[in-house]
């Protein structure tokens, strides 16, 4: 079955990039996602990759993709103190149920 | 422009209590889905239905029920609380099918004691 790995903290400073890592496991092609979680919310979605591309930018936000490695990650460029929150990476396979199966969850705290 | 609605926010029962978590969406997506958040848990899938009329288990079922009353509406009941149900649930809803992200609501704290 699929399974999501992330790590479960990450501290840095104002200014500095933040890079959030994810590994997953399903062999199928496959969508994946990055949502933030601000404390008392639910889940936004932030952006997503297909599993056929490597790169994905967004303003601030930049996504890699390691297909060989099965690797995630999202980079926030000059983190700010509002982008403290729970970001979790999302696996979902392109074809059946659609159901995906989430990480659980990296801590990003940014301090001045 | 209200997305996915919970209710109620937040709630406290007593083990042995029932009660039923409401959710609606105004997106006319087909899918939706529950999932309960604890600590260090990330989400875990309770029940999810695929389209209006069906229903499907998750991860996490027991001691939960569901039911897809229309498209719009996805409840979940707590027959008998008990406290290893302490915790932040989360509809969602999806329009189903290849990339299609999930939008969620802003949870259901719900303590049992």
């Given at each position: 079955g699929e399974d999501v790995e992330q790590s479960l903290f990450l501290s840095v400073r104002e200014g500095d990039s933040s890079v959030i890592n994810c590994t997953y496991t399903d062999s199928s092609s496959t969508y994946l996602y990055w949502y933030k979680q601000e404390p008392g919310a639910g889940l936004q979605l932030l952006t997503y990759i297909f599993s056929n591309m490597d790169m994905k930018q967004?303003?601030?936000?930049?996504?890699?993709?390691?297909?060989?490695?099965?690797?995630?990650?999202?980079?926030?460029?000059?983190?700010?103190?509002?982008?403290?929150?729970?970001?979790?990476?999302?696996?979902?396979?392109?074809?059946g149920s659609y159901i995906p199966t989430f990480g659980r969850g990296t801590s990003l705290i940014v301090h001045p | 422009n209200a997305g996915v609605?919970?209710?109620?926010?937040?709630?406290?029962?007593?083990?042995?209590?029932?009660?039923?978590?409401?959710?609606?969406?105004?997106?006319?997506?087909?899918?939706?889905?529950?999932?309960?958040?604890?600590p260090g848990m990330g989400l875990?899938?309770?029940?999810?239905?695929?389209?209006?009329?069906?229903t499907d288990k998750g991860e996490v079922p027991n001691g939960y029920n569901v039911s897809r009353l229309n498209k719009r509406e996805f409840s979940l009941r707590l027959e008998s609380a008990a406290p290893s149900q302490t915790s932040v649930y989360f509809c969602a809803?999806?329009?189903?099918?290849?990339?299609?992200?999930?939008?969620f609501g802003d949870g259901t704290r719900l303590s049992i004691l």
């Amino acid at each position: 079955g699929e399974d999501v790995e992330q790590s479960l903290f990450l501290s840095v400073r104002e200014g500095d990039s933040s890079v959030i890592n994810c590994t997953y496991t399903d062999s199928s092609s496959t969508y994946l996602y990055w949502y933030k979680q601000e404390p008392g919310a639910g889940l936004q979605l932030l952006t997503y990759i297909f599993s056929n591309m490597d790169m994905k930018q967004d303003q601030r936000l930049t996504v890699l993709l390691n297909k060989k490695d099965k690797h995630l990650s999202l980079r926030i460029a000059d983190t700010q103190t509002g982008d403290s929150a729970i970001y979790f990476c999302a696996e979902c396979p392109s074809g059946g149920s659609y159901i995906p199966t989430f990480g659980r969850g990296t801590s990003l705290i940014v301090h001045p | 422009n209200a997305g996915v609605t919970q209710t109620p926010k937040f709630q406290v029962l007593k083990t042995g209590q029932s009660m039923t978590l409401q959710c609606a969406q105004d997106m006319n997506h087909n899918s939706m889905y529950w999932y309960r958040q604890d600590p260090g848990m990330g989400l875990r899938l309770i029940y999810y239905s695929a389209s209006e009329g069906t229903t499907d288990k998750g991860e996490v079922p027991n001691g939960y029920n569901v039911s897809r009353l229309n498209k719009r509406e996805f409840s979940l009941r707590l027959e008998s609380a008990a406290p290893s149900q302490t915790s932040v649930y989360f509809c969602a809803s999806s329009e189903g099918g290849g990339f299609q992200p999930q939008h969620f609501g802003d949870g259901t704290r719900l303590s049992i004691l």
